[in-house]
């Protein structure tokens, strides 16, 4: 009898650290779903804020600066529509707990500089010029977002700023045209070293 009940403790004892490998074979697994899933999200907020914040500063920039009435226009309404969706990023963020960025990227900083030193036809096609390449690239980032995201609330933001992203592609279309700017910055050499920094 003491020898069954041997065999019973020893069985007992090989399946529960049988089940605590495989718990733990489990646990590491999501842990390494997490992270997947924590990188890509959080890339994509990292991103997207430094974009939002790129917006706003550079709206903020072009409303100050030019002259002309389109593209003052253009820009309080960048203003406005990127500080709404800066907001609502940071709400997600603060729930899920993902760093957004504090700051504009190396890209926009060198932008941000370069137009402050231009003035009137310069400065608004260099602005609008860049506003078209950015929106390019910000509807890309957010089409990856709403297609591939784990996070449910982002990509539900993603998907809700696409058509306001494509909205002010159009609009930047529009004023590059007024401006007389084709959308391959042809026009002349207005762009500058800008091409180089791309």
Known sequence: MGRVKLLATLMGLGLS???AGISAAADDKKK???NDKQGGDQEFAQKA???GLAEVNL???AARTSINPAVQQFAQRMVQDHMRSNQQLLQIANQRGLRLASAMDKEHQALM???TKATGQQFDRRF???QLEDHEQAIKLFEQEAKNGKDPALKQFASAMLPILRGHQKMAKSLAGRL???EKGEKGNDRGGDRDRK
């Open 59 to 61: 709206g903020n920039l």
């Open 49 to 51: 804020s430094a974009c």
């Open 128 to 130: 609008a010029q860049h």
């Open 17 to 19: 650290l049988s089940l």
């Open 32 to 34: 390494d779903q997490d």
């Open 113 to 115: 500089t370069d137009l």
């Open 180 to 182: 007389g700017i084709s």
